[in-house]
């Protein structure tokens, strides 16, 4: 673990050492972030459509594997990448049906042909993507308040307590899911298509990075703005990946997709938790090196 990982705890005022449990943003990181959320486009889509499980049930069914990681995650003493990016996978999955299940309804318009339900339980609440992402917005917006207001810091490399981490797998999740919203905007409803609407968000994710030059724009800012953009792109990537050639995707299917991404995602994660592990520095020459 880098030497770097372990901070000094100044609110306490004890100077207490407390290791780092989020991962530093790097060009790996965001690679796996869209992996991951390519994935979680793939794989819910696979559970509620293909599988038919409907989008309440995967819901609830997603929702409860997030809670899970979650609180493993938030027992953990220091920074693992499985348990990390198993979280960011399950929020990934969580947004897409939460998304679906807001916005969409049991009309011609988003099932498929021949289809008249999925699974069991309420099919939908047609709430339409702009009114599900003004909900989302306001939400996401309410938590950053909230957030704000605690006087904990916004910087992912500087998260080390329990009330923060809560803060900001919150902002995870529903930034996830507005992500969704828009993607499936992008790829339904703007007529950009699947490969226009991920140009557009690439686009903009390149324009937050040539912004990061300029000093009066805060990098805290620009990195939100660009996780919560990572999602409709990894959305408009799956939908690429999994939709018919008629529809203007590759008609990969969501089983084929979501397994290749998985090996992807896997063997991303080894990789930067080989990294953690060499890079490793025993607890007791960091507190030598600060005392």
């Known amino acids: 673990m880098e030497k770097s990982e372990f901070l000094t705890d100044l609110n ?41 499980l409907g989008y309440f049930l995967t819901t609830v069914a997603l929702f409860l594997i997030f809670v899970v990681t979650l609180v493993v995650q938030l027992r953990s003493t220091h920074y693992n990448p499985y348990f990390y990016w198993t979280v960011i996978l399950s929020t990934s999955m969580a947004g897409t049906t939460m998304s679906d299940f807001m916005n969409r309804d049991a009309s011609s318009r988003y099932l498929s042909g021949g289809t008249t339900a999925l699974g069991w339980g309420p099919q939908g ?45 919150s902002a995870i999740l529903v ?20 490969a226009g609407g991920a140009l557009l968000v690439t686009g903009l994710l390149a324009v937050l990075l040539a912004l990061m030059r300029v000093p009066v724009v805060p990098n805290v800012l620009l990195f939100w703005i660009a996780f919560v953009l990572t999602r409709p792109l990894g ?7 999994t ?12 089983v084929g997709s979501s397994v290749a ?16 592990r060499r890079s490793a520095v025993p607890r007791s020459e960091v507190l030598a090196e600060n005392s």
Do not use: C
């Open 12 to 52: 306490t005022g004890t100077g207490h050492s407390v290791m780092k449990k989020l991962p530093e943003v790097t060009l790996a990181f965001w690679v796996m972030k869209i992996a991951a959320t390519t994935l979680g486009e793939t794989a819910g889509d696979l559970f509620a459509q293909t599988l038919g």
């Open 125 to 169: 609440l047609g709430l339409g993507y702009p009114t599900g992402a003004a909900i989302l917005i306001s939400l996401l917006i309410a938590i950053f308040v909230i957030w704000k207001f605690t006087g904990l810091t916004f910087s992912i490399r500087d998260i080390v307590t329990f009330r923060g981490e809560a803060l900001f797998w």
């Open 175 to 194: 930034s996830n899911t507005l992500g969704t919203s828009m993607g499936d905007f992008l790829s339904d409803s703007s007529g950009l298509g699947y």
């Open 235 to 241: 959305a408009t990537v799956g939908d690429f990946l």
């Open 243 to 254: 939709k018919p050639v008629a529809k203007g995707g590759l008609d990969l299917g969501t």
């Open 261 to 276: 991404l998985l090996a992807l995602l896997l063997g991303l994660v080894a990789h930067a938790h080989v990294r953690e």
